[in-house]
């Protein structure tokens, strides 16, 4: 089983950029599909980014396209999400998570089986 710790939230400005990580343990990273997620205060989790086992594929949200980017480094077992350009409406609890179970995207958090405790990003404008 992949445990999952984020690091790297905090408070930073509208326009400015904050960079997360998620440190995975266990023998299989290389070979699971990870993702961020988001959940704002009194909304729903929703998804944000994804990318395949070897980092050969990413999918975006449509609201973080082209500010946001996710990549992975399988021989440190961390999968990163570096935000650009951040909005207020991006403030939100952002979690990692990992398909143990398949070394390919998905965009719904059904298919994501072992999860992070997350880590807050506040955007003051």
């Known amino acids: 089983q992949v445990q999952l710790v984020e690091s790297g939230g905090g408070l930073v400005q509208a326009g400015g950029s904050l960079s997360v990580s998620c440190a995975a343990s266990g023998r299989t990273f290389s070979s699971e599909a990870m993702g961020w997620f988001r959940q704002a205060p009194g909304k729903e989790r929703e998804f944000v980014a994804a990318?395949?086992?070897?980092?050969?594929?990413?999918r975006y949200a449509d609201s973080v396209k082209g500010r946001f980017t996710i990549s992975r480094d399988n021989a440190k077992n961390v999968v990163y999400l570096q935000m650009n350009s951040l909005k207020p409406e991006d403030t939100a609890v952002y979690y990692c998570?990992?398909?143990?179970?398949?070394?390919?995207?998905?965009?719904?958090?059904?298919?994501?089986?072992?999860w992070g405790q997350g880590t807050q990003v506040t955007v003051s404008s």
């Open positions: 990318i395949n086992w070897s980092g050969s594929n990413t």
């Open positions: 998570a990992a398909r143990t179970t398949s070394r390919y995207i998905a965009v719904l958090s059904a298919y994501f089986d072992s």
